[in-house]
């Protein structure tokens, strides 16, 4: 609740009041509305972002945009449909946290001079998620509703890639998932020895997404999955925290030592998951169907070594 002027709260007799009739002046229980927000720095770094994702996305087609800044549209297929996926993850969170009344910004883009061109973007809430049903529908939707749409484009992005004689050729590989092994195989069928798949743009993109939910949805501290987790299983969340915890540092020595980098970040988030206030509000059936579906996407989009070979 806003700050409130005690002044204008003092009671006030009117001249033809009878005696002992006494009237407030206003409602002593006005909110004072909340300020309106500042989206400057969020369309900055979008805009940053979308040049940045342009510009790796034009590296994949062999485009040097410094070279050649007119080619920096061949870069689109990539950019639009990655930036595409964060929206759709970020505005899921947004949606669902705006039904529930919480106060949170738009999402934050984080540009970034890699092969993808971002980081990622991110949400902040600046109201406590009171009660796990809450937990669960601000958690589960960005996930959900990403994948739905990084799905049909690794599908469109498949249908446009060739299968190549790799045989004996370096290269950067892409690792795999359950969900992905099945849509390529359905797609592009099964692959002859020593042929692989050169990925288009747009299912670079489609794959990016599924990785992005994999780590989103780690059952550990505030991760989405976190959130999904704590919503389920109560305190049990934290033990489940720290076993996968161990888990990536594992895979992290012995696979991908991305892991080891990941696991150091969220070290410094924390891995504990914090106590919602309204912790004795229990979930309904279809929150916990929603979130048993979360953690089988987790399961079906998880790459143990999401890159080799370079």
């Known amino acids: 609740m806003g700050r409130m002027d005690l002044k204008r709260f003092l009671r006030r007799k009117r001249q033809h009041e009878q005696p002992g009739h006494e009237e407030w002046e206003q409602d002593p229980f006005v909110q004072v509305p909340p300020p309106k927000p500042r989206i400057g720095i969020n369309v900055l770094l979008f805009l940053l972002t979308l040049l940045t994702t342009l510009f790796a996305g034009a590296l994949q087609e062999g485009v ?3 070279e050649n800044p007119g080619l920096l549209y061949r870069g689109i297929p990539f950019s639009f449909s990655l930036m595409g996926i964060l929206l759709a993850h970020e505005f899921g969170h947004y949606l669902a ?17 890699s092969i993808i061109g971002t980081f990622g973007a991110f949400i902040k809430m600046r109201s406590p998620v009171r009660d796990r049903r809450m937990l669960m529908d601000v958690g589960a939707a960005g996930p959900l509703v990403g994948v739905a749409v990084a799905i049909p484009l690794l599908i469109a992005g498949l249908r446009l890639s060739e299968v190549k004689l790799i045989q004996g050729e370096a290269g950067m590989n892409l690792g795999s998932s359950l969900l992905l092994s099945l849509i390529s195989r359905i797609v592009v069928g099964p692959l002859p020895d020593g042929y692989d798949i050169v990925i288009h743009p747009v299912g670079f993109a489609g794959w990016i997404g599924l990785l992005v939910t994999a780590l989103n949805l780690l059952p550990v501290g505030q991760l989405d999955g976190g959130h999904v987790a704590y919503a389920l299983f109560g305190e049990w969340q934290n033990r489940i925290s720290k076993f996968v915890y161990g888990g990536l540092i594992l895979l992290g020595i012995f696979g991908w030592q991305g892991w080891l980098v990941w696991a150091v970040l969220l070290w410094f988030l924390g891995i504990r998951h914090p106590v919602p206030t309204d912790w004795w509000v229990p979930l309904d059936r279809k929150r916990k169907i929603i979130g048993w579906v979360t953690v089988g996407v987790f399961i079906l989009t998880f790459i143990p070594v999401p890159f080799s070979g370079f």
């Open 64 to 66: 040097n945009p410094l």
């Open 97 to 113: 946290a705006k039904r529930h009344g919480l106060n949170v910004t738009l999402p934050y883009f984080i540009p970034a001079p």
